[in-house]
């Protein structure tokens, strides 16, 4: 099946620095999507980019899918976005999300 | 608030008991999912049931018994668990038949099995 990798595995960020997680899979897709889960285990939905550029206030994503590949950039980092990111994909043959094991975030005010 | 809500929310039962955990999403989406997530391990598909027909089971164990009555909830039967089964249970449900396969997550079931 699909393998879904994620880096860096942990993070530590001062408040207000920029970063960069990255998502790499081993086949084509029709659903990528990025997670935040909360520390109450709430799967919080960012994006849903199986290809392109997608941005939503400090966050964006861009999906190469040709690469396999996707980014999730975080601007102005904030205490708040601690926690663990998820990227998941589906596969051409559906029906199944393959989670990658995540990067844990630790944003230090 | 996803649209998706799970109940109960924290649950401990023994070895012995009998539980059900419940889920119902108020998308008007017609595919459902329940995921394990287990501590320092990805999370796990579990079933997936597709206009109230099971599609996927990987390979769980007999002791959890999914039922999806009408394409708007889904329940997730236990019984005689062992203590390797807790965990945090989550609830999906996504379009099959839209562009978007997006799927959208319960705020899940923290299980523990004394």
């Known amino acids: 099946g699909i393998q879904v990798e994620q880096s860096p595995p942990d993070l530590i960020l001062q408040e207000g620095a920029n970063s960069t997680l990255r998502c790499n899979f081993s086949?084509?897709?029709?659903?990528l999507q990025w997670f935040h889960q909360n520390p109450w285990g709430q799967l919080i939905n960012l994006f849903y980019?199986?290809?392109g550029t997608k941005q939503n206030g400090r966050l964006s994503a861009t999906t190469v899918a040709t690469e396999r590949y996707s980014l999730l950039y975080i601007s102005s980092s904030q205490t708040t976005d601690s926690g663990v990111y998820f990227c998941?994909?589906?596969?051409?043959?559906?029906?199944?999300?393959?989670f990658g094991a995540g990067t844990i975030l630790r944003v230090k005010s | 608030e996803t649209g998706v809500t799970q109940t109960p929310r924290h649950l401990v039962m023994g070895m012995t008991n009998k539980k059900s955990l419940k889920c119902e999403q108020h998308l008007g989406h017609n595919a459902m999912y329940w995921y394990k997530q287990s501590a320092k391990k990805p999370l796990e598909l579990m079933f997936v049931y597709s206009l109230e027909e099971r599609v996927e089971n990987n390979s769980v164990p007999s002791r959890f018994s999914p039922e999806c009555p009408n394409s708007s909830h889904l329940f997730l039967h236990l019984h005689t668990l062992q203590p390797e089964d807790s965990a945090l249970y989550l609830c999906?449900?996504?379009?099959?038949?839209?562009?978007?396969?997006?799927?959208?997550f319960g705020p899940g079931t923290r299980l523990t099995v004394t």
């Open positions: 999906a449900s996504s379009g099959r038949d839209s562009p978007s396969y997006e799927q959208y």
């Open positions: 980019i199986p290809s």
């Open positions: 086949d084509s897709v029709n659903n």
């Open positions: 998941a994909v589906e596969d051409w043959h559906g029906n199944k999300l393959v």
